[in-house]
């Protein structure tokens, strides 16, 4: 296990804009950093990070949490590897102790797919340099194509050798076994090298992390794929997958916009150009964690094409599923014969990078150009193809993005906007229509499978739900435990999306449950700061715990009642109460309500104190007001606790009149009711409530 002193040096020295910087473009927003998040679609940016907390939130999906968090979530990795990232970033050693054998056997297993990668990674690199028909076959090839040495080795290239078990032997002998060559798609089922006399292309996840390869056949007379790539795996899936995007993100935020080309060796090529913000599909078609993975970095893309390329058309069909995404989609064709490598050699960096930038245009207007072009004369061809571009329009969310495309579109091939608006509308309102069919196809079985759970344990005929799930009526209604399901958002082209249910809050006067929460909003973000400025053991958990601690089993939520015990146990034995310890406690109800009161979604902007020099002038500035925030809260929290009370004592004098108790009763009930309101007018009056009775 990794030392504490080790986990401490790691969660000090990451900084959230740094690590997340490394996945996602970030823009500055008051104090804040604001993108797309990575974990779930969205166009409108709602991801937060705040470098002054070392925290991320995004207020779409609610995930958040500290940089050894974010790097769990976003690659998909154990808490143990995701420290091991930070301290490789950062160059921190790594302190272990010493581990069980079965904790070491389930590392291993974790890490030994990536690790056997790796090992291919620079055995392939190896035979490259270091072998005669390496350097013959395979660097040669390589050098010929104008790959320096430092580029060949920052890509990680290498060759295959020819010989039908090289590597399966060679890996087997560093103990690597059969079972785990094949998992990963390098020896085959029959035991033969999957890669033979290719040139070997290494394919890196985001994070840098060895996934897979590209093999280029190097023998002309064999019949064989020209290019193969590494088979899918638990570690490789290629529609995720966009080659060079590791060492491009970075470019990519820079430029503002993402280069697609077809091939590994353009990709190669233009990055040891200096044009290093490209990208390669691997002669695949676009998918859309693809066009996702992108948009993180920027929601600009140009598409560069081959001048002799015969399936241009086919591809820009794909191509709707960038706009889909809300991208904006330029495309580059090359002079005739050209591929972008051939041409960047032919005509050197700076004309290279004039010239996409000059013949850039924009996909639309570049699709209805060479469409209507291919249909003059034919009007049955011309209507098809208006169809054509009338479909691609309609995929683009933004309704205003949309009516400027009909404009230029109608312009250009003389049709009437009017016309043209009519078909893009009723593309969109079919659109619409199958996503509520697709809602509520899945309500339907959603609530189907509930009826099955429930059945097993149910008797036929009982229950809230037919014995029977596959006669479960049409119109059924969706079971309320069910997590309300709306389409993606690209589903309602250029229209405003399902509205979003409704979430009950009871009201504020007959619940405390907002005051609890405040409560422990408090303790999290200032419990260890003092309270007296005179006295420092006096801490704000000290002061808000010693006046509710009698009623700490009176709390309405079960978690804010387990975090304000724990505080005043750590209080009692003297433990410092910092945000830092709540985002990274072991319990994930603990970190996610750190997050959530670390981080609200609306804050005071900077900018009245920084550029405008206007402070707050009835109190200190938020961060600086946990003092008077403590006292009413506290106050808040008595006076709904004071309405529970009365409530109860109301009932209780209900009671007594119908049952007919006795005068006594009622008077009994009568004198606590008066003097409960009584302290709550105290109280009430002391944080200006207006009392209505």
């Known amino acids: 296990m990794i030392t504490k002193k080790t986990i401490n040096d790691i969660v000090e020295t990451s900084r959230i804009e740094d690590v997340v910087g490394d996945f996602v473009n970030l823009k500055k927003r008051g104090a804040n950093l604001l993108g797309l998040c990575p974990f779930h679609n969205e166009k409108t940016p709602s991801f937060t990070v705040s470098p002054s907390k070392n925290i991320y939130k995004c207020f779409g999906c609610g995930k958040g949490g500290d940089p050894v968090n974010f790097i769990m979530e976003h690659e998909s990795v154990s808490y143990p590897e995701s420290l091991k990232y930070l301290a490789e970033k950062y160059g921190i050693e790594i302190e272990e102790t010493q581990t069980s054998q079965a904790h070491r056997e389930e590392q291993q297993k974790l890490d030994s797919l990536y690790v056997l990668n790796q090992y291919a990674r620079d055995y392939y690199h190896d035979q490259l340099l270091n072998t005669d028909i390496g350097k013959s076959v395979g660097l040669s090839y390589l050098k010929n194509r104008g790959f320096t040495k430092e580029t060949i080795e920052k890509f990680g290239l290498g060759y295959a050798p020819k010989d039908k078990d090289a590597f399966t032997q060679a890996a087997k002998r560093k103990g690597y076994k059969g079972q785990q060559l094949k998992k990963l798609g390098l020896t085959s089922k029959y035991d033969s090298d999957f890669f033979r006399d290719r040139v070997m292309f290494t394919i890196h996840s985001v994070s840098g992390k060895v996934i897979g390869f590209g093999g280029r056949i190097m023998s002309k007379n064999v019949k064989a794929p020209k290019y193969v790539n590494t088979p899918e795996t638990e570690v490789y899936n290629k529609s995720k997958v966009l080659y060079g995007a590791y060492f491009a993100k970075r470019a990519i935020r820079k430029a503002d916009e993402c280069i697609l080309v077809e091939g590994y060796t353009d990709v190669v090529s233009l990055h040891q150009g200096g044009i290093e913000n490209v990208v390669a599909s691997s002669g695949t078609s676009l998918t859309v964690e693809q066009i996702r993975m992108v948009k993180r970095y920027t929601q600009n893309m140009k598409i560069l094409y081959d001048g002799d390329s015969a399936g241009v058309k086919a591809a820009l069909r794909g191509l709707d599923l960038v706009l889909e995404q809300d991208m904006n989609v330029k495309v580059v064709m090359l002079p005739e014969g050209e591929d972008p490598d051939s041409y960047l050699q032919n005509v050197g960096s700076e004309a290279f990078k004039e010239y996409i930038e000059s013949q850039a245009k924009d996909f639309i207007l570049f699709k209805s150009e060479l469409l209507f072009e291919e249909a003059t004369g034919d009007p049955v061809r011309q209507s098809a193809m208006i169809k054509d571009i009338v479909a691609s329009i309609a995929k683009i969310p933004d309704p205003l993005k949309r009516s400027l495309y009909i404009k230029e579109c109608g312009h250009l091939m003389k049709v009437e906007e009017e016309i043209l608006m009519n078909e893009v509308n009723q593309i969109v309102t079919k ?263």
């Open 431 to 693: 659109s619409v229509h199958q996503a509520e069919d697709q809602r509520k196809k899945d309500q339907r079985q959603y609530a189907r499978k509930k009826a099955a759970e429930q059945n097993k344990n149910t008797p036929p005929g009982n229950g809230n739900f037919p014995s029977d799930p596959g006669n479960f009526p049409e119109h059924a209604p969706f079971p309320e435990d069910a997590p309300p399901y709306f389409p993606e958002e690209e589903m309602y082209v250029g229209m405003a999306p399902p509205p979003q249910p409704v979430q009950r809050r009871p009201s504020a006067a007959n619940n405390a449950e907002y005051q609890e929460k405040d409560i422990v909003r408090l303790l999290i973000s200032y419990g260890g700061q003092p309270f007296d400025a005179e006295d420092k053991e006096v801490t704000v958990a000290r002061f808000i715990l010693s006046n509710i601690e009698d009623v700490l089993d009176d709390f309405d939520n079960d978690l804010y009642q387990r975090i304000a015990r724990e505080c005043l146990d750590m209080t009692i034995d003297g433990t410092p109460i910092t945000p830092e310890y709540f985002i990274q406690h072991e319990d994930k109800d603990f970190r996610r309500l750190a997050i959530d009161v670390l981080q609200p979604e609306f804050e005071m902007s900077p900018n009245w104190l920084d550029k405008h020099d206007l402070p707050l002038r009835s109190q200190p500035m938020p961060d600086a007001n946990f003092n008077n925030d403590s006292i009413s809260a506290i106050y808040w929290f008595k006076l709904r606790k004071l309405d529970k009370l009365i409530e109860r004592n109301k009932a209780s004098m209900k009671k007594a009149i119908e049952e007919k108790s006795g005068e006594d009763e009622v008077m009994k009930a009568m004198k606590i009711h008066q003097k409960l309101m009584e302290i709550r007018k105290d109280i009430a009056l002391k944080v200006n409530t207006v009392i209505v009775r």
